[in-house]
């Protein structure tokens, strides 16, 4: 007897080289270049708020309970076989048999590195280039627990052909055959590094006094990273896209060495064309390489409010805090046929909530000053999601490491 099984392992983390930053109005002196590098890594991603707001871990959140119900709907066969078994005896046997819970374990690790090569055109307007490198590793296995089929052995074993091979399934051994019938790639465990989206971005400062400033950034995310891959459960696939994000912040000195920095941005997704397995309907968790199809994907865009708050401790030193609020629309999609498009978006909408913390440490100030050899400011970042919607739990540990000439 074959057992189909439904299984999902997708990730919705967002690798992006300004994404954790603590946004300032900082722009750099006309024709000065500042190359700078980037180290981050990203934890936490094993886990999930979902979308009633509950953090699980994606063990759980992606388990598949096998009792007799869910056999029955995924299996005529298992039907048969639990009908079969409810003609034994006054008890139900057949409603009370199960083959336990598949357990999709995970352990993913992000961690990325980005050089990045900023200059100022003029005092006002600065513009910068990042290239992400991503390393991602991840690893995979499937468990079978809690079921209660040694007792069904024990007490049907050897009736018929079709009941002992049902009564000898491995839900592991069983979903890596289902997915390689459906033409999925195997869950191996994943180790690799590859270019993510390059980013182009634009400061442009509007005004400046000795006490606020306010200014417009432009990012524009280019589809350099791996393309979408319709076959493979494992995979990010968060590359490959384009975007424009538009912020504006306005900073205000409020005395003590205390700088407040609210902002604002608005992520808009252009929308492209890629292949996608289209269910049949809600059941239809795994759709087979027949359903794939050309369509048409508008990622929800993104709005973010917040804003940070930073305390010069010295000429050298720079405390930061921040917070926002993230809300993105849910995805849009369109094809040729009558498929059921709409189910390709469910649980795209997301919410977020965001904390962050930044130390720094700039020489710029001493190197004037002559007591510096170099020009440069070296920061220390940490973010976390702290709560959300249909989001995976992201914490960001970033160095920064910025020079000038």
Known sequence: MRIFLAISVFYTIMVSVCAHALTSTSTLPANINSPSFRFGSIDGIDQKYTEDGRLMKLGDYRSVVFDSATLSRYNPDAKRLVDALNRFGAHKLGDDF???????DTKPQVKYFAPI??????????????????????????????????????????????????????????????????????????????????????????????DKALIYQAQLTLPTGPKYDADDLA???????????NTFAFSQRLGGGFIAVPY?????????????????DADDSLPDASSKENVTRHIGNTATVGGNLFYEASDSWTLGAGYDIN?????????????????????????????????????VKSYFKKSAVLPMIVSLEVSDVISGVNVERQLVQELNVMMFF
């Open 327 to 363: 809300a993105k629309e849910a995805d849009q999609f369109k094809g040729s046929k009558n498929s059921r498009y709409d189910l390709l978006a469910t649980n795209t909408r997301t919410q977020f909530q965001r904390v962050k913390g930044e130390i720094s440490y700039s020489s």
């Open 235 to 245: 995979a990010l696939n968060i590359f490959g896209r384009t975007n424009i994000n």
């Open 264 to 280: 604002a941005s608005y992520i808009f997704n252009i929308p492209d064309d890629i292949t996608m397995r289209v269910p049949l």
């Open 117 to 210: 090569f900023a200059r100022g055109i003029t005092k006002q307007w600065t513009l910068g280039v990042g290239l992400p490198v991503v390393s991602y590793k991840n690893d995979i296995s499937l468990s079978q627990q809690f079921s209660n089929i040694e007792y069904y052995r024990s007490q049907f074993k050897g009736i018929s052909p079709e009941l002992d091979e049902a009564l000898n399934t491995d839900l592991g051994q069983a979903a890596r055959q289902t997915l390689k019938n459906k033409g999925y790639k195997d869950l191996n465990n994943r180790n690799e590094s590859f270019l993510g989206d390059i980013q182009v971005a634009s400061i442009y400062k509007f005004f400046e006094t000795a």
């Open 98 to 104: 199960n083959l336990g819970v598949l357990r999709v």
